[in-house]
């Protein structure tokens, strides 16, 4: 009987783990290139509505940066 129900209960979840997506509730991925005179912050700023504080800490997260110096035409990923 237990063997049984630990088929069923395998099969049940592996069914689930199949049907499950990710989900992309934010909306798509928007990319934003440096202009000469941004910085983190500025950006932030125009991006983010709230702290700014919190942009800024999201675009180095999400950018792997290490530094908050920017050259134009850097491609940054602007997370939602």
């Known amino acids: 009987m237990f063997g049984k129900f630990a088929i069923v209960l395998v099969l049940a979840a592996l069914a689930v783990g199949l049907a499950a997506r990710s989900s992309h509730g934010a909306g798509p991925e928007r990319t934003y290139v440096v202009k000469p005179t941004d910085t983190l912050w500025s950006i932030a700023a125009r991006s983010y509505a709230g702290d700014v504080r919190e942009g800024v800490w999201k675009l180095e997260q999400r950018n792997h940066l290490h530094t908050t110096m920017l050259s134009p035409g850097q491609h940054?990923?602007?997370?939602?």
């Open 76 to 80: 940054l990923v602007l997370p939602g």
